[in-house]
């Protein structure tokens, strides 16, 4: 199992890294276009129209949405999410591995239930047929990043639950 959770965390990281160097990417090519491109034709005596690309922002937005959702999953085969302290004290040392198993089995659930909405707003979406202004591409081929990244977390806190073995270390420190 330890071995599945690595090349799904591999894969994520992946999708996230290929999503954030589109963003930066397409970002610079617009900027370049139209404040290096467009006024050196100018100057050349070229007549040009929009020199930047065309739905840049737009879908540097989608892949954001695409990177930050993956990163749900990063985050939490890391250990590096936000962890709230409150109650860390309140039961005895010698129970932590048991508290932490249900812990993670109550995450997962929630996790799983938000999930679930992502689903319902992804379907209510297709089901609208929205498309994504000058893009012209379906809001809900985006959206569903949403439900896979929560269902992503969901699934690794059940396998921390089962494999208590396999989950990540927390940070000496957390903010």
């Not at 617009?30 to 929009?50: N, S, T």
């Not at 699934?155 to 089962?162: E, G, I, K, P, V």
């Not at 494999?163 to 270390?169: S, T």
Request: with cysteine; aromatic share 12%; net charge positive.
């Amino acid at each position: 199992m330890g071995r599945l959770l690595h090349i799904w965390h591999r894969l994520e990281c992946w999708i996230a890294v290929l999503a954030f160097s589109f963003i930066a990417l397409v970002l610079c090519l617009d900027v370049l276009g139209r404040e290096l491109y467009g006024p050196l034709l100018k100057l050349l005596g070229q007549p040009v129209g929009a020199t930047g690309l065309l739905g840049s922002q737009k879908k540097a937005v989608f892949a954001l949405v695409i990177g930050s959702f993956g990163g749900i999953g990063i985050a939490t085969a890391t250990g590096v999410h936000l962890v709230p302290r409150v109650g860390f004290k309140w039961l005895p040392q010698a129970w932590s591995p048991q508290v932490d198993r249900v812990a993670d089995v109550f995450t997962g659930c929630f996790l799983l239930g938000v999930a679930w909405y992502g689903v319902v707003f992804v379907l209510a979406s297709k089901q609208s047929g929205v498309l994504v202004a000058v893009i012209n591409v379906s809001a809900w081929s985006i959206q569903t990043v949403i439900p896979l990244g929560f269902a992503s977390a969901a699934l690794r806190y059940f396998a921390f639950a089962a494999w208590p073995a396999l989950r990540p270390q927390p940070p000496e420190y957390q903010e």
